[in-house]
């Protein structure tokens, strides 16, 4: 399966106009933004959406007539993005004549068939074609947790880089979600060259573009499983997660790790009904007092 992983923009716009754009374009997958009080990388001000999704705006240095605001959606907020929300928000920028800078994007490839040991192997051996810097200790990357728990259950991770942290290109391969996972990180001014070209074409054609672009910057020759990946683009499984209920999902683990002990010793206390009667009222009185923009798109779940 093939997927956007991470999207991050500048848009040489002010706040209010990039809020125009967020509601067209991400509002209904992300809900709407909420202003965090504070500011972080040279921005004075965040507002964050569903599922870690920021924008960050009123850079420190920005003049009045020369506001920009940076978007930054990590890899679950991707998820519950429709691909075709990427190029048709470029498609709006440039048709209105909006300056702006896709500053990375993470491109997923999920299970390959080939795993983080082997790919680590072949890309420190005679078999790789690219332009990376061997003799850079930053460019070929192992790390393993041998009793770390993956997603699926399996004990034992690994993951391997190739590409420094600083390049515009870099690729990890890692089996932490269970199957193996590649990614594809572009970054500055080759993200925004590499994503014009990937979202000028059809979804269906995506996967075909990009792994050119993958080829461009590390290849292997005399590699089976290399040939397979990189020859065929599997059919598409695009699965898109609801943000809303994986926020009020995310809600209920923090109850399990962080309240439940808590409750279960306030309610021996007190007893059962009496218990119930005094949260009750805790209940009441927060849902008077609390602040509802920060959680207004979770609260469209209520009936």
């Known amino acids: ?33 909420v202003d965090k009080g504070h500011g972080a990388r040279g921005y004075k001000q965040i507002s964050e959406a ?61 299970g390959v068939d080939f795993t ?49 942290p600083s390049s515009d290109r870099m690729v990890r391969v890692y089996d932490s979600r269970g199957d193996t996972r590649l990614e594809f990180q572009v970054r500055d001014e080759r993200a925004h060259v590499v994503c014009l070209d990937v979202f000028a074409h059809p979804w269906a054609e995506w996967e075909y573009v990009l792994k050119a672009h993958l080829r461009q910057f590390i290849d292997f020759v005399q590699t089976d499983w290399w040939a397979v990946f990189v020859s065929l683009a599997y059919k598409a499984d695009l699965k898109i997660s609801a943000a809303r209920r994986v926020s009020l999902s995310r809600m209920e683990e923090w109850f399990d790790r962080q309240v439940v002990v808590a409750l279960s010793v306030y309610e021996d206390v007190w007893g059962h009904a009496d218990a119930q009667h005094r949260l009750d009222r805790l209940v009441t009185r927060a849902r008077a007092t609390r602040d509802r923009s920060r959680y207004m798109s979770v609260l469209q779940l209520a009936g």
């Open 1 to 33: 399966m093939f997927s956007i992983h991470w999207f991050a923009v500048t848009i040489h716009q002010d706040f209010e106009h990039v809020k125009m754009i967020w509601s067209e374009f991400f509002s209904l997958g992300l809900g709407i933004l």
């Open 116 to 164: 983080p040991r082997e790919f680590f192997e072949a890309a420190k051996s005679d078999k790789l074609v690219s332009l990376v810097k061997r003799e850079n200790s930053k460019s070929f990357r192992w790390f393993e947790s041998p009793f770390e728990r993956r997603e699926n259950g399996e004990v034992g991770t690994s993951t391997a880089y190739v590409g420094a």
């Open 50 to 110: 569903l599922l870690g999704a920021k924008v960050y705006y009123d850079h420190v240095t920005a003049k009045d007539d020369k506001q920009h605001c940076h978007i930054e959606l990590p890899g679950s907020a991707c998820e519950a993005v429709l691909p075709s929300v990427f190029p048709d928000l470029v498609n709006y920028l440039l048709q209105n004549g909006i300056r702006f800078s896709i500053k990375r994007v993470d491109f997923a490839f999920d």
